[in-house]
């Protein structure tokens, strides 16, 4: 009877293992695709920041277009390395913390089958107790139940021997399990952050080079009325307050009217059709590309057309640019893809 208690704490304690495993390794498994699903919505808002940046980019001057062209490329890079990030953490944490609920599901049918043992050998114990009080002198029947009894401990011991053997086999892939993927999850994000504080480190620095006062300059020259026409209009404006110091009216030159053999009819224009510009609420997000690539590829465009200038740009850095950093800057994708071509 001993041995049959002793079993039972063991059942009991099997049975917690496998109730916590399933509890806390689902939760981890909800938690941790909850927090790979808001990394990819973050990701898709970025790209929509990346988008409106190079928009915007494209309305500015020197100065700030070539800041948040930059930028742009920069952070549709980062979220490359966060695209990588999202799936990491789908093939490397949560898709092996999915697996537990198959993995518990068949330790359980393991287990039912080790209790109905159990149960077996504690009503074999049981049958052969009542016939001994009940029946002392049917020796026979008392030696039919003692063998009962013996082939029931018998398959109890053999179950119990496997389910100790598949239980602590469990717990050591479960350990292991947990080291594992808390440990890729720990280097999934210290990849990305470490290549995000790579990029933006260099885009922070790019953003200091921003002349505000060019693109100020730029500005106002823009809006202010230049010297020549302020005079012209104080000069009409003289005249007319003076009437006697109006010059002569121009002589009126008639010309005949036209004819109908003197008219050409001009060749009509196809009429412009202008459409609207797309607003917030009629974008859609198509599925995920690589947006760095995109823009890195119309920026190799604009390296084309400045290295067809590259001689007049190089003689405009040394007359007027000598030894300011910001004469030439590019963005972090930019060298990156540079070097990597270079190797």
């Not at 921003?210 to 005079?231: G, H, P, T, W, Y």
Request: net charge neutral; aromatic share 6%; glycine share 2%.
């Amino acid at each position: 009877m001993t041995t049959v208690f002793s079993r039972d704490t063991q059942l009991k304690t099997m049975e917690a293992t496998l109730s916590n495993a399933e509890k806390y390794m689902g939760q981890f498994c909800t938690l941790l695709a909850a927090y790979t699903r808001k990394t990819a919505k973050l990701r898709d808002k970025a790209d929509m920041l990346v988008r409106q940046l190079h928009d915007f980019a494209c309305t500015g001057d020197a100065e700030m277009s070539i800041c948040l062209k930059n930028l742009a490329e920069d952070l549709a890079m980062v979220q490359d390395y966060r695209q990588a990030q999202v799936e990491r953490l789908e093939t490397r944490v949560v898709a092996p913390l999915k697996t537990y609920g198959d993995t518990v599901k068949a330790k359980r049918a393991d287990l039912k089958t080790f209790s109905a043992d159990r149960k077996r050998e504690l009503k074999e114990l049981q049958k052969l107790e009542v016939m001994r009080l009940k029946n002392p002198a049917d020796r026979q029947g008392i030696s039919q139940a003692e063998v009962s009894v013996q082939k029931a401990t018998s398959y109890a011991n053999r179950s119990t021997q496997q389910m100790e053997d598949i239980i602590t086999d469990f717990q050591r892939h479960k350990l292991e399990d947990i080291k594992r993927i808390f440990s890729d999850f720990i280097m999934v994000e210290m990849l990305f952050h470490a290549k995000a504080v790579e990029v933006y480190t260099h885009t922070f620095k790019n953003m200091e080079t921003m002349d505000i006062d060019k693109d100020l300059q730029v500005f106002r020259n823009r809006i202010q009325l230049s010297e020549a026409l302020l005079e012209n209009t104080t000069s009409t404006a003289g005249m007319l307050q003076y009437p006697g110091l109006n010059p002569p009216p121009l002589r009126q030159v008639r010309y005949p009217s036209p004819t109908p053999s003197t008219l050409k009819m001009a060749p009509e224009q196809p009429r412009q059709v202008c459409y609207p510009s797309p607003t917030p609420s009629t974008l859609r997000i198509q599925p995920r590309q690589s947006l760095s690539r995109s823009l890195l590829g119309q920026r190799e465009i604009e390296d084309e057309e400045e290295e067809e200038d590259e001689e007049e740009e190089e003689r405009y850095n040394s007359e007027d640019d000598l030894g300011d950093p910001r004469a030439i800057r590019r963005s972090y994708a930019a060298e990156y893809v540079r070097n990597q071509r270079q190797k």
